[in-house]
């Protein structure tokens, strides 16, 4: 009904729109696990269907990885971790990447996207500046990542649960750190490297807050 001091306020009970809908209501109730399922499932049918959008033009997308040290090797530093030399080397980095990037969105969509985020730049931005002569691209920067992110984040954070996750992280893939220095030829070590270091890098990055809280709690006691 309208009123003098509102003359185009109007209201029809008949067309409101509930201010929460159902279906909005289901999605925000989804527990974690299906969430963090559903993200890292669907980024990685993405980067299978990439893969055959790669073999149907002949292989012409890997040119998009990055090639250090060159204005158009930057564009890779965006592109190049979901690029992959092959489906050998897309299908070696398939279950590192569900089973880590599962575990790093579980403690939330939101800080799981920004850890991915800050290992994406820093490790990208490392291999430009110092990675060899070649065409840098794979996933297996956000897997380095990611596990050193798993690992790391409840030293920096204190939390007891998160450091026992990381051990069994450690104790299950820590044998693939020996990734981050050079070895096999035709492997980029140099994106391994940067990628750990944008893990460890995540993890101090997204505890400032658990930090924050614990010294004021010791400052108000």
Known sequence: MSTPGDPFKYTNPALSVPSNPPAT??????????????????????LYVLEFIDMLVKGSLDNGGIQPRTVDGLWGIVFAPVLHGGWAHLVANTIPLLVLGFLVMLSGIGRGLAATGIIWVIGGVGVWLFGSVNNHLGASVLVFGWLTYLITRGIFARHFGQMALGLVVLVIYGGALWGVLPGQPGISWEGHLFGAIGGVVAAWVLASDVRKAREAKALNR
């Open 25 to 46: 209501r289901q999605a925000a109730e989804r527990p974690m696990w299906q969430q963090a399922a559903a993200v890292i499932g669907g980024f990685v049918v993405g």
